[in-house]
Nanobody
């Protein structure tokens, strides 16, 4: 397992934007695919977006495609999730997850490490 550190959550009005960041291990420590997941109260953790180690491949849940953008900077060792046009149903704790084995982390079972989570609250 590796340590992942998320930041950027907070409270925003519907239609607003937030940018989440996940600090990942540097390239000298391995190649990690990263995914973002979220968990709303009383619901299971669900996939949001994923990016391959190189950044050449990205995947999105249907519910966020066109509104959220995942990207990574392997020099700064960060993976970001830009969230636009946020809606109340996007309210959840957001987690980043990493894997050194999977090409992309699109399911919880593929994750080897998890961050501590950051709360995103969207007010209507």
């Amino acid at each position: 397992q590796v340590q992942l550190v998320e930041s950027g959550g907070g409270l925003v009005q519907a239609g607003g934007s937030l940018r989440l960041s996940c600090g990942v291990p540097g390239q000298t420590k391995g190649r990690y695919a990263v995914g973002w997941f979220r968990q709303a109260p009383g619901k299971e953790r669900e996939f949001v977006a994923a990016i391959s180690w190189s950044g050449s491949s990205t995947y999105y849940a249907d519910s966020v495609r066109g509104r959220f953008t995942i990207s990574r900077d392997n020099v700064q060792s960060t993976v970001s999730l830009q969230m636009n046009n946020l809606q109340p149903e996007d309210t959840a704790v957001y987690y980043c997850a990493a894997s050194s084995r999977a090409f992309v982390v699109t399911a919880t079972r593929l994750a080897e490490s998890w961050g501590q989570g950051t709360l995103v609250t969207v007010a209507s």
